[in-house]
């Protein structure tokens, strides 16, 4: 008979429900530093293309202190600009550099592959609901997320 290691693992871990404490263990502002005047809102994407498109169409001019963050002027507003990095560690460091960097809210938008022939090119989905739920970088934000 094998011994009994349930009571072991009857441990949440962290990441499972969301925490509503404001202050981290480990807070981004401990590592990086503030840049003055830094956009309070940062929009990003996914697409090598788009973002580059982006950059030269909205002539965008790189930001001192950050690799590949490009501040963008539209309607009359300034907004940090840059491209996320694939996977969730990788998005959630850049995410944690740009926090600590004086960001405030972020934007984030990309593209999908054909989903159907009942949609046509250039269309908007709008999800109804968060995909990846299981992700621990979803579950942390979970009630700060906002759906249109």
Request: include cysteine; proline fraction near 8%; hydrophobic fraction near 40%.
């Amino acid at each position: 008979m094998s011994p009994d290691f349930s009571m072991c693992y009857n441990v949440s871990m962290i990441l499972e429900e969301f925490d509503k404490e404001q202050n981290a263990v480990i807070n981004p502002e401990a590592f990086g530093k503030k840049i003055p005047d830094f956009p309070a809102v940062t929009i990003s994407c996914f697409s090598n293309k788009l973002f580059h498109r982006t950059v030269e169409v909205l002539q965008g001019t790189p930001i001192d202190g950050l690799k590949d963050v490009y501040r963008i002027a539209y309607g009359g507003k300034d907004f940090a600009f840059y491209q996320s990095p694939a996977g969730a560690p990788a998005c959630v460091m850049k995410y944690e550099e740009l926090r600590a960097s004086g960001m405030r809210t972020l934007i984030l938008y990309g593209m999908c592959g054909v989903l159907g022939e009942s949609l046509e090119d250039e269309s908007i989905i709008i999800p109804p609901v968060p995909y990846g739920m299981k992700e621990p970088a979803i579950i942390t934000c979970l009630p700060l997320i906002r759906w249109v």
